[in-house]
């Protein structure tokens, strides 16, 4: 036999009898009314009605915050690096000296022949492009690929106003062979 107390001071004991798969209660005292008051406010707590679920924001709320916060930043990071990766491409490939390069070898013979045609650039192009006081230079480095094979471009130019002079347009094509565009008298 279990004794439980109970909240109020005039009932004296409280006993549980385990009959078999059903327990029976004892209660001895004064006050009998205070301990049927205090078990019936008991029970109006813990029916069997569902409790209300609080909301998928405020479970989850801890791991969200610092997680999203987290995946926005390095989601700013990569936008940031695409939009400059986008940018530089445009300055670039909006250039003249690339276009006129392009033209040079899409025209070149020997070129056509070992590369293929098409002939277009295949990663990022590398290298500078200036325009100060209406001077200008470009010095890049582009890699090419045709059908047939791959290549490395380079051009080098200066320039005023809008006249560019052509120091060098050459392609590499593995590591022997070499094309001085600019030896074709293609000025």
């Known amino acids: 036999m279990e004794s439980r107390s109970v909240p109020s001071g005039e009932i004296e004991a409280i006993d549980v009898i385990p009959i078999g798969w059903f327990k029976a209660i004892s209660v001895s005292g004064k006050n009998k009314s205070s301990y049927l008051h205090w078990t019936e406010s008991k029970q109006k707590l813990m029916n069997n009605e569902l409790v209300p679920q609080p909301s998928w924001w405020k479970r989850n709320w801890k791991w969200v ?10 989601f700013l990071i990569i936008f940031f690096i695409g939009s400059i990766f986008y940018g530089v491409t445009t300055i670039f490939e909006g250039s003249e000296p690339y276009e006129y390069a392009f033209q040079k070898i899409n025209q070149d013979e020997q070129l056509i022949e070992l590369l293929g045609a ?15 006081n209406n001077e200008k230079s470009a010095d890049m480095r582009i890699p090419i690929a045709g059908p047939k094979g791959n290549g490395m471009l380079y051009i080098i130019a200066h320039g005023e106003g809008d006249n560019w002079t052509y120091d060098e347009i050459r392609v590499t094509v593995k590591d022997d062979e070499e094309f001085n565009l600019l030896e074709n008298n293609w000025e």
């Not at 915050?65 to 390095?74: D, E, F, M, N, R």
């Not at 990663?123 to 325009?131: A, K, L, T, V």
């Open 65 to 74: 915050v610092p997680v999203g916060g987290c995946l926005t930043v390095i």
């Open 118 to 132: 098409p002939i277009e650039k295949v990663g990022m192009p590398q290298g500078n492009i200036n325009y100060h």
